[in-house]
């Protein structure tokens, strides 16, 4: 049973920066893809970043430049190093796993929730101006 656990959320001012981590449990396979999405009140969940297990990443043009995402391969956690911080990035941010190699639209950027089979519970990130 594959878990995915996030941590590192909070209250930040605008400009502001978090470092977000999702611990994953139960998942045996070196190939996978993994992902955060961000889900703000009354809109849809959109993906943010995501890296492959050979290390590709892909970033959304939003995040580009602010955001960075990275793994820790030994203690299989992924990190969502954020910067720069805008309010309305105020979202519930969730970590996403597949047990395949990316695509390639989400290392382009276009990362589709379709293509995650597992989920974390989220963790809150809200930027006040």
């Known amino acids: 049973q594959v878990q995915l656990v996030e941590s590192g959320g909070g209250s930040v001012q605008a400009g502001g920066s978090l470092r977000l981590s999702c611990a994953a449990s139960g998942y045996t396979s070196s190939t996978y893809c993994m992902a955060w999405f961000r889900q703000a009140p009354g809109k849809a969940r959109e993906g943010v970043v995501a890296i492959d297990s050979d290390g590709s990443t892909g970033y959304a043009d939003s995040v580009k430049g602010r955001f960075t995402i990275s793994q820790d391969n030994a203690n299989k956690t992924l990190y969502l190093q954020m910067n720069s911080l805008k309010p309305e990035e105020t979202a519930m941010y969730y970590c996403?796993?597949?047990?395949?190699?990316?695509?390639?639209?989400?290392?382009?950027?276009?990362?589709?929730?379709?293509?995650?089979?597992?989920w974390g519970q989220g963790t809150q990130v809200t930027v006040s101006s």
């Open positions: 996403a796993a597949a047990p395949r190699r990316c695509t390639g639209w989400v290392l382009g950027g276009i990362i589709w929730e379709v293509d995650f089979a597992y």
